[in-house]
């Protein structure tokens, strides 16, 4: 047993070493099937990143009438913390809201002119993020039915009610879109990986009638060409890998503008674990599994 | 050791209309080291005959036995078991192509798993029955016609098989090559090894005074212990 498999190995390692043309070609295609799976991977993460800066955006302000005390606020903000449909409060007192707001109109000498007829004009407010578009509504109908409702001057939900939706609706179709659109290339991807092991093994069908003929067993046939699929993995698992680091070190600071403050290279290290167990069952799991299926067919003599 | 009985093999047509009936009817039996010849013109079945010892093809109907398992009904992963007990010769060789002559041969033991040194020790020892030490290491393309034919032989056998099938082995020879092809397959006899050798060398069979089955359009014409080349 233990013979036959260290034959086995010997045959697959002798023969990957021996039609080093073809078995290149086959380590090219699967490079090429790695890079694509990787890229998914990050662009998933970017994706992901983007969405959740673009629905950072995504909120409801509640002013506050200005004879509320920040003790009152304080408690109601702790209510809504305590929410679960809630993933946000921020307060903004009266004095940051109007630091704020000169901060924006200090370049407008009549705006700034009008704010210095009153003694502080601006509302204290809470500004609420919900996980889902769907939640406001509940969140809402929450604060005007209860305890707190004699704080609130105004929600600006039926304002902003079109615009959370439609950011919602939109990330939502795009996590949708590139979950459909990263499964299709995957599977295009991982044929035409497949389709290259098969024909390389076309090549050899004739070998393996013979052994079949001669009284060799269908592992003994069989495990040369798998052990010859997982070298071609395992090799362009490597090279994909340090491929990838490298492009995403030399470009991933070029390219950050575009990426909106997502960075790449500490996302690749940080997942870096999870990337190379892709690349491997991506990588050696279509050598392996293409090497046996495609001699099934020859087997059968 | 080997029996037929009433075996057809019947083939269609790759576009499925025509019916070819390669073997029909076909009965005899083969008993420990014997040697028999099979004659017939070009398709008259000698090479689907031994094909259906081989259990390359199936009977379409009939039963054939090999040391008591029915060949018909063997289930495709036992098929190994089988084919170790037969060293076959292939008239087109079929050696492989990315091995040497010595891992040609070596590939049969190190199938049936074989130790190293049981390998190193016997396929120098084959090598040289068959006269090709020296070409040891040169691969089939590097081989003459002949050379590889021996090499076949070698490699058939190389495990001790109980039967050697030779599907007409001289068919690619010169009349020298092909009658040293014989002595050596009379050889293998004279140790035990069962032979059956197809061809239609009408010199070689009148010379060889052994049983001769005769094949005629799939149909067993003649079985003769002491045969001729009768068409």
Redesign the interface.
């Known amino acids: 047993?233990l013979?036959?498999l260290k034959?086995i190995i010997y045959f697959g390692w002798k023969?990957f070493y021996?039609?080093l043309g073809l078995s290149l070609a086959t380590c090219f295609i699967l490079v090429i099937v790695i890079f694509l799976i990787t890229s998914l991977f990050l662009l998933k993460g970017l994706s992901e990143h983007l969405i959740a800066s673009v629905r950072e955006k995504a909120d409801i302000t509640i002013f506050l009438k200005g004879d509320s005390s920040e003790e009152d606020i304080l408690k109601l903000k702790e209510e809504l913390v305590k929410m679960p449909e809630v993933k946000e409060v921020e307060y903004v007192s009266k004095e940051q809201a109007l630091e704020k707001f000169t901060k924006e109109h200090k370049d407008e000498p009549e705006i700034m002119r009008a704010l210095g007829l009153f003694d502080n004009p601006l509302w204290s407010s809470l500004n609420i993020k919900a996980f889902e578009a769907a939640q406001y509504p509940s969140l809402v109908s929450f604060l005007e039915n209860s305890s707190p409702s004699n704080l609130i001057a105004e929600v600006d939900y039926p304002q902003r009610k079109l615009l959370i939706e439609q950011i919602f609706g939109i990330t939502e179709m795009v996590k949708r879109a590139g979950i459909i659109i990263s499964f299709i290339l995957a599977v295009i991807a991982i044929l035409v990986a497949f389709n290259t092991v098969r024909l390389a093994i076309y090549n050899s069908r004739e070998?393996i009638k013979?052994?079949?003929?001669?009284?060799?067993?269908?592992w003994?046939i069989r495990g040369p060409f798998i052990v010859q699929g997982a070298i071609a993995g395992f090799f362009s698992v490597v090279f994909s890998l340090f491929m990838i680091l490298g492009i995403i070190y030399f470009l991933g600071p070029k390219i950050g503008f575009f990426l909106s403050g997502f960075n790449l290279l500490s996302y690749f290290l940080a997942n870096l674990g999870t990337i190379a167990l892709i690349q491997l069952a991506t990588g050696v799991g279509i050598g392996v599994i293409s090497s046996y299926i495609a001699t099934r067919k020859y087997?059968?003599? | 050791m080997i029996s037929f009985k009433e075996v057809s093999k019947t083939f269609f047509t790759r576009a499925g209309h025509k019916q070819i009936i390669a073997l029909n009817g076909v009965s005899f039996e083969i008993k420990p080291a014997e040697f028999v010849s099979i004659v017939g013109k070009s398709g008259a079945g000698k090479t689907t005959l031994l094909k259906l010892i081989l259990a390359e093809e199936r009977p379409t109907r009939g039963e054939i036995f090999f040391n008591g398992d029915n060949l018909g009904k063997i289930k495709t992963a036992k098929l190994p078991r089988i084919r170790r007990k037969i060293g076959t010769v292939f008239q087109d060789y079929k050696l492989l192509p990315s091995k040497t002559a010595y891992e040609n041969i070596a590939y049969i033991l190190e199938a049936v798993g074989a130790e190293e040194n049981e390998i190193l020790r016997n396929v120098p020892e084959v090598l040289g029955i068959v006269g090709l030490e020296s070409r040891a290491q040169n691969f089939p393309e590097e081989l003459s016609a002949g050379e590889r034919q021996r090499i076949a032989i070698a490699r058939a056998l190389i495990h001790r098989p109980k039967v050697i099938l030779a599907d007409e082995p001289t068919g690619n020879l010169d009349p020298y090559c092909a009658l040293d092809i014989i002595k050596l397959l009379l050889k293998i006899n004279e140790i035990g090894t069962t032979v059956i050798l197809s061809t239609h060398d009408k010199e070689i069979i009148n010379r060889l005074g052994k049983r001769v089955l005769t094949l005629e359009q799939g149909a067993l014409v003649r079985d003769e212990e002491r045969g001729h080349f009768i068409l």
């Open positions: 047993m013979t036959s034959r023969d021996s039609s070998e013979i052994q079949r003929l001669v009284g060799a067993s269908n003994f087997l059968d003599v």
